[in-house]
């Protein structure tokens, strides 16, 4: 399988080694250039989404990847990657990619604070280790979505349609 991860900011490092741990083969997408290459997923790494929503606009790849993702392909996204893909950002007008029928809220835990692990269910599994980085929290979610882990009673991960999305960092 190819993932090709977004390596504008953030922490794509990290993601790239986790899919290569899992076996896939991963490239790194930087340039319109780059989506020239067919991949099976997109993965979107954690960062600074209003970082990342601006770069991918100047570097033009901002339409391509919103075609790529409203047609279908798999997308696994983490916390800043979620923010891009809400269709609302609480207290803001911004909306990126709007393709994930969720409401999110920024910096939920806090700002400098706010990172921190716990341990949760995830997906039917108990006892995932799971690390929130000045992570947002989901606070409205689509009903047709499924809620795979939660935090406090609010969702931290769901799946919609072709797209994964988790408010912490699954590849750490
Ligand atoms: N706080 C970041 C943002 O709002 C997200 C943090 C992360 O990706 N770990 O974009």
Redo the contacts with the bound molecule.
């Keep these: 399988m190819t993932v090709g991860v977004l390596a504008v900011q953030?922490?794509f490092a990290e993601m790239e080694a986790y899919w290569r741990s899992q076996g896939a083969d991963i490239f790194e997408i930087r340039q319109l250039a780059d989506l020239g290459r067919s991949m099976d997923l997109l993965a979107l790494?954690?960062?600074?989404?209003?970082?990342?929503g601006k770069l991918l606009r100047d570097l033009g790849l901002f339409a391509p990847l919103k075609g790529r993702i409203d047609g279908g392909l798999p997308v696994f996204a983490?916390?800043?990657?979620?923010?891009l893909l809400a269709e609302k950002i609480e207290g803001d007008s911004t909306v990126w990619f709007g393709s994930l029928p969720v409401a999110v809220r920024?910096?939920a835990y806090g700002?400098q604070l706010?990172?921190f692990r716990t341990i949760g269910a995830f997906d039917g599994k108990p006892d995932v280790p799971m690390t929130?980085?000045?992570?947002?929290a989901i606070t409205a979610v689509s009903s047709e979505a499924e809620v795979l882990s939660s935090f406090n009673g609010e969702p931290t991960a769901v799946r919609w349609r072709n797209i994964s999305a988790f408010t912490w960092?699954p590849e750490l």
Excluded: D
């Design positions: 953030g922490a790494p954690g960062g600074e989404s209003t970082v990342q983490v916390c800043a990657g979620l923010i920024r910096n700002r706010g990172s929130f980085i000045r992570a947002p960092h």
